[in-house]
């Protein structure tokens, strides 16, 4: 069988296994979901002053922020199960969470500000947020790496880089609910270093977990 028939072969019986793969994927993160918020809620626990800060749009514009990631890596998560798939036509929706983080940039500055920019984008707890979101995605990383198992990706690195995203997502959203730190510009910086870290993580254990 040559290397054609072969991914012809993959990609016909991937595409009766395609609904299990996204039932699987999305029980998965369902049950790993938990897990991270557990571990958020005994090892960090909720930002105290969280009924004020819910009326603070910048600090609501964070969750907006981490589901516009989620969300988009997802479903090119699911598409990149597939083994004839590719990353080409589908990065585009990566783009959500930048246009969203933009646009509150731009609204913050057009706000009066008592801390200058670079206090802003430094905050309080950046170290922490670059190690806690990481953490705090492990089970759902493992969750994600489990469901796309059920397919047959042919970028096994990529597939695992974006399961990275979706898993830093989840967890940037519950991390967020700890975050003290509200500006867009701490957002764009140290969440986005935090997500890369994830991502790069995912792509060296999906490199080998996801081959076929």
Not at 140 to 147: D, H, I
């Amino acid at each position: 069988m040559d290397t054609d028939q072969l991914i012809r072969s993959l990609a016909a019986d991937n595409a009766q296994r395609a609904q299990p793969v996204g039932i699987v994927l999305a029980l998965a993160l369902m049950a790993a979901t938990p897990v991270s918020t557990a571990m958020l809620l005994i090892g960090l626990g909720i930002r105290p002053d969280i009924w004020l800060a819910v009326r603070n749009p910048f600090f609501d514009l964070k969750f907006v922020v981490t589901t516009a990631l989620a969300i988009p890596a997802l479903i090119i998560s699911l598409h990149l199960s597939r083994p004839e798939a590719s990353l080409h036509g589908w990065s585009w929706l990566l783009i959500a969470p930048v246009l969203v983080l933009v646009g509150g940039i731009v609204a913050e500055m057009m706000v009066p500000q008592r801390a200058p920019m670079m206090a802003r984008l430094v905050g309080h707890n950046s170290m922490l947020c670059v190690s806690a979101i990481p953490v705090l995605s492990l089970p759902l990383l493992a969750a994600a790496l489990f469901g796309l198992r059920h397919g047959a990706p042919s970028r096994p690195a990529l597939a695992g880089a974006i399961a990275g995203l979706v898993s830093a997502g989840l967890a940037a959203t519950l991390y967020a609910a700890h975050c003290t730190d509200d500006s867009p510009l701490f957002v764009a910086t140290w969440y986005t270093i935090a997500a890369l870290v994830v991502a790069g993580l995912g792509a060296g254990i999906g490199a080998r977990v996801l081959r076929y």
